[in-house]
């Protein structure tokens, strides 16, 4: 889930912890519209972020903010990127299994 470059962007935008606007978020990952909308929803839809609608004047304002499932599998991610760097060239990581579910499936 998280291996795509536009779901890691969007992920690591909301490491913050702070909500951001779809308008915001489409200037930080440079994502169109419709590209932006399928991901974060593929995002909500297996719980690592949420997504808030607001109303602000007269428009409605679509927010994102990562959960803490979120942020858990961000890090369990790029640990097993960082296992890889630390093996070498050549090398095959031995990752650590964690007994939770790892929906990432990086190197299953």
């Given amino acids: 889930?998280?291996?795509?470059?536009?779901?890691?962007?969007?992920?690591?935008?909301?490491?913050?912890?702070?909500?951001?606007?779809?308008t915001d978020m489409k200037a930080k990952t440079s994502l169109s519209d419709g590209?932006?909308?399928?991901?974060?929803?593929?995002?909500?839809?297996?719980?690592?972020?949420?997504?808030?609608?607001?109303?602000?004047?007269?428009r409605t304002?679509?927010?994102?903010r990562i959960t803490e499932l979120g942020l858990e599998r961000l890090r369990l991610y790029v640990m097993k990127l960082q296992a890889?760097?630390?093996?070498?060239p050549g090398a095959t990581p031995a990752v650590q299994r964690s007994e939770q579910r790892d929906d990432a499936a990086v190197w299953s």
Avoid: W
Avoid at 1 to 22: D, E, H, K, N, Y
Avoid at 84 to 88: E, P, Q, S, Y
């Fill in 1 to 22: 889930m998280i291996s795509a470059p536009c779901r890691l962007g969007i992920l690591a935008t909301l490491v913050p912890g702070a909500s951001i606007s779809f």
């Fill in 61 to 64: 304002v679509t927010e994102f």
């Fill in 84 to 88: 890889v760097l630390d093996a070498g």
């Fill in 35 to 58: 590209n932006l909308h399928v991901q974060t929803r593929k995002l909500a839809d297996v719980g690592y972020i949420e997504i808030g609608k607001g109303k602000k004047g007269r």
